[in-house]
């Protein structure tokens, strides 16, 4: 049943509900996406004030002269050595004689 102030007619005044800026969850709900924009924001600064470093004109052929380097320093075991591990035994070629010799 309602309670009425005149005795039949008008409801009942309620009391006043907090402002919605009183209520600290609402602040936590609001937090995480303006943390993301401030976020961004200064990603966007941090972007726009780093030049990017550049690529030589020339990274192709440095990139064959390195791997040429590695090739004939024999550089990389781990690699023919992984190649090598599964290859069958009779698949295996014989090695070759050394020039020179």
Request: glycine residues 6%; without cysteine.
């Amino acid at each position: 049943m309602n309670a009425t102030i005149d005795g039949g007619n008008a409801p009942a005044a309620t009391a006043p509900a907090d402002a919605w800026w009183r209520h600290p969850l609402l602040w936590m709900v609001i937090a995480g996406p303006a943390l993301v924009v401030v976020a961004s924001f200064v990603t966007l600064w941090y972007a726009l004030a780093t030049p990017d470093p550049l690529v030589s004109a020339d990274y192709y052929r440095r990139g064959i002269e390195i791997n040429r380097t590695l090739a004939d320093k024999k550089l990389m075991p781990a690699v023919a050595g992984r190649n090598h591990a599964t290859t069958p035994v009779e698949a295996v070629p014989l090695p070759r004689p050394e020039a020179g010799r």
